[in-house]
């Protein structure tokens, strides 16, 4: 067997190529392979004709472990899934892997931070387009290209600290030697960490060399884009200056000037003419309020606004006139001299009305590869994955969970049931009904930031206000809130935990749903669903709910338990289909619940059960005798362009 040639780097300080002995089992021992170290990965194959086709392992040095055996063995591990024990030919080659080895786990931690950094922060400013912005990517790449170099030199110095402590300790216990037998010995060892530090004074020397070399090609661009930002600094000074300088001609123009013509100090007055003033000094009066800021205006002018405004204050005159035009506008003098006497009774500011949209507005159609994203991401959680934006829905994930209220009806009318029982099934209806409209939703919410909140007030609409906030980042966790006048408390905390499988995405809420009725004390909790997004690679985007809830009643110990049955290209059952049984705290069944999560629930009373035949799987089916079965939930109509972008609460 020929000896281990030492690594070649073919590029300097990315690449390394080698031979070395792999560790296999015990009944081959070490075996020999040929080993590439590049980016950060170690890669080992059989033969050097596999390098094109075969790759027989790879370990990430970002998070690994390398540490030294004894003159020739060394160990390679990321925490216990991967462990190379390696054997090199001698002690020299085994160090020159080992420099290697560091230099490069060094480059891939600190790549790594970089990305997590660029990831995670966002610019505050965007690059500016053209020269500034090309200038300015520029001097950050190179900048990182020098710190890379810096890093480098600062792994060589350790090593050469290191091997100058080792090999100053060997000349020490030389010379303390005698004349004897051992002298040889000693010898040899001094000769390999000798060789080992003119190993490491090499690397230091080129990597120096390195950042010489790049620094002074550098430095005459640098001096050039240097000059020229003090160029524009000193042109941007002397631009404020004249700035300056006109703002305080102006303003001591402004103060300086005498009375102004009622036609300045009012547009409005002049325009409609033949309206007595109150002379000069009020005139004046009026135009300093007009330009001098007013904290707490304390008069109102009443004046004949948009139909959505009953009132406006007096603060918003200078904006009703550019809004409605001088032709346009109507105002009433008497009710201009009461409101700007301090004596005479002042009207109350009435809030606006409130007009809501009455139609979604378009998605914008655009091309999305969603595999070519998809594809470096399997086995990641979706709050780890980088999307595109046109992948998301304009709404955060706080506006998407407000958007169980949209049925808030069924806990109205649950507030008013004097039977637990009879609760039950509209609350069950609830928790069905906030998955209606996720059948055509395919887009991801954004993520909120920490700390977010949105407030959906509907007391005069509908009697009830509900608020989320963002409590964790990551793992992203949100708390919902929702107080009605009619009776009831909804709250929920929800966070997510998501798997992306290649095929599908899967969707698991975690946290709980508490719901408290004030009449009857009763207190309601369950839990979500999962949420499979099905056809990732090939066909068109399609959503599935499946899973079992479990609604119970921690008072009176009722419970209903509600099964979303999974797609299923071979089964007869209507699609989507939901099913729930509620019983009372001694497994008795009183109501059936049936209907399909997108459409509409019925829920029937028992009147009888009984046990049936065996079922599919073995267990001994229930059989219920009901009455005839009631609405008690029946999905709105959606907007028309819904199903390209549904938001039917916000």
Partial sequence: MSEPKPPTPTTPGDTYKGWLFKWTNYIKG??????????????????QAEMGHTCRGTIN????????????NFVISNGGAQTYHLKANSEVERQRWITALELAKAKAVRMQAESDDSGDECPAVPPTPGQGGGRNSEVQSTLRTLNSKVEDLTTCNDLIVKHGSALQRSLSELEGLRAGGDMGEKIRQVTERATLFRITSNAMINACKDFLSLAQNHSKRWQKALQVERDQRIRLEETLEQLAKQHNHLERAFRGATVLPPSFSNPALGNKGGVPGKGDASDEDDDNEFFDAMEDPAEFITVPADPKYHRRSGSNVSGLSSETGMDDQSVNFDELSLASNPESPQPLELEPVRQRRTRIPDKPNYYLNLWSIMKNCIGKELSKIPMPVNFNEPLSMLQRLSEDLEYYELLDKAAKCQSSLEQMCYVAAFTVSSYSTTVHRTGKPFNPLLGETFELDRLRECGYRSLCEQVSHHPPAAAHHAISEKGWTLRQEITLA???RGKYLSIMPLGSIQCLFDKSNNHYSWKK?????????VGKLWIDQSGEIDVVNHRTGDRCHLKFAPYSYFSRDVPRKVTGVVT???????????????EKMEFSRVMQSSKGENGTEGKQRTVYQTLKAKEIWTKNPLPRPSRQLPSTVV
């Fill in 30 to 47: 070490y075996q020999r392979r040929w080993f590439v170290l590049s980016n950060g990965l170690l890669s080992y194959y059989r033969t």
């Fill in 584 to 598: 009372d705290k001694d497994g008795k069944a009183h109501y059936v619940l049936s209907g399909t999560w997108d």
């Fill in 529 to 537: 669903v999962t949420t499979t997004v099905h056809n990732i690679i």
């Fill in 498 to 500: 998501s798997k992306f």
């Fill in 61 to 72: 040095l970002a998070t690994a472990n390398i540490a030294v055996e004894d003159s020739c």
